[in-house]
């Protein structure tokens, strides 16, 4: 899950890192991990430590930290690896950024044994999103998902299609019949598309390089983000929401509907109690009866830099740091869901989610991964600005949106 917070400038933190010896030109080698670790409560810190004890001295894991926002995250990587920068030995990457960085060469793929490792017992959407050209190129450690968060004091039985939302929302009415989602123009309003057109039984690309987006299913998912405009169910301050607002305005006890992710739930039991004792959880709303829904999909994948000088002892840390009991802490620490399925079984999952561990994993084992390619940042890019902001969408924006993001594909759009 993307953190909405900009705790640390990009000039700034760009600045601040150091290149610690990667080489290992003198006794065991430093590996450098670069990951956000704010978002994590710890989790990667406690991971590094248990690692670097389990690696008996033979390296020595050291965090780089990165900004809170994915696409400075991205920038400032890719910026280092472009200048073929051996001090990246290991990277957290979002999961959108697999396709770019395998495609540019950053990152090299995990060797056969340790990728089948990995696959093994991963749920297969988490795997997928660190896969490109049917190569392992990023192995999955954290994950998370999006759920239909309700009012059960107000809604007897939860939606499983936008349409039905609409219906009780409306019979609500007033500030109770809003609806919240991540309006913004940012990650967050691309996430909700991508599952929309999903949920349709649509994708938005049909390879790495070739538009997709089929008739029927965009002009459903259209149809869905232009009702979700109009009143009674947009905030008003819809075109400007994140994640974080959306979470706010639903702590107010207005809003009956929101989809966000779990964070939200841990504070709302300290923020707003009164919300917090009637709130229900429920899947990702389908857009059509006759399709299941394809609820978002994030998370944290571990990738080797190409120009670390020590690729093995790298492997082998990036295989250790997402070992099963660090996915654990992961969810304990930082409430990240993890990414191998026979853990949701586990207490601490169980008790991170209460009552809804089950439909976690239901969710992340549905999820759509957006779209692996390695003009992901220029295809985001034309989505938010051809359909932002949600009240301006239109059906002809179908096949505005296919030229555009095909131009973008095509190295002609948007840069």
Known sequence: ??????????????????????????????????????????????????????????????????????????????????????????????????????????????????????????????????????????????????????????????????????????????????????????????????????????????????????????????????????????????????????RIAFETGGPSFMVNYPFIYPSAEENAPDVFKNIGAARFPSVSASEPSAPPLGGLNLAVGAYSKNREESFEAAMCIREPRNQLLATELGGLPPTQESLFDDEVVRKAYPGFADLMLESIKAAGPRPATPAYSDLSLGIQETLHPPSSVSQSDASTLRETLQDALDGKGLL
Not at 155 to 168: A, G, I, L, R
Not at 225 to 239: C, G, I, L, N, V
């Open 1 to 246: 899950m993307r953190r909405v917070f900009r705790l640390i400038a990009l000039a700034a933190a760009t600045a601040g890192i150091a290149a610690c010896g990667s080489d290992g030109a003198s006794g065991p080698p430093t590996l450098n991990l670069y990951t956000f670790t704010a978002g994590s409560g710890g989790a990667f810190e406690a991971a590094v430590k248990d690692c670097n004890e389990k690696a008996g001295g033979r390296y020595r894991i050291v965090i780089q930290d990165l900004p809170p926002n994915a696409d400075d995250q991205r920038e400032q990587l890719a910026r280092r690896l472009a200048a073929k920068d051996a001090s990246i030995d290991i990277a957290a990457l979002d999961v959108i950024f697999t396709g770019e960085f395998a495609e540019a060469k950053w990152i090299v793929p995990f060797p056969e044994a340790q990728a089948e490792e990995v696959r093994r017992g991963t749920i297969a959407s988490t795997v997928e999103t660190g896969t490109y050209q049917d190569q392992l190129y990023a192995a999955p450690f954290t994950s998370n998902t999006q759920l239909l968060w309700y009012r059960k004091d107000r809604v007897d039985s939860p939606p499983k299609t936008w349409d039905e939302m609409f219906q009780q929302a409306r019979e609500l009415g007033g500030a109770n019949g809003v609806i919240e989602i991540q309006g913004a123009q940012a990650e967050g309003y691309v996430v909700w598309f991508n599952a929309l057109i999903q949920s349709a039984g649509g994708r938005i690309l049909s390879s790495p390089t070739k538009v997709d987006l089929p008739d029927g299913p965009t002009r459903a998912a259209l149809q869905v983000m232009q009702t979700a405009s109009k009143r009674p169910f947009a905030d008003p301050s819809q075109p400007t929401q994140a994640e974080d607002e959306g």
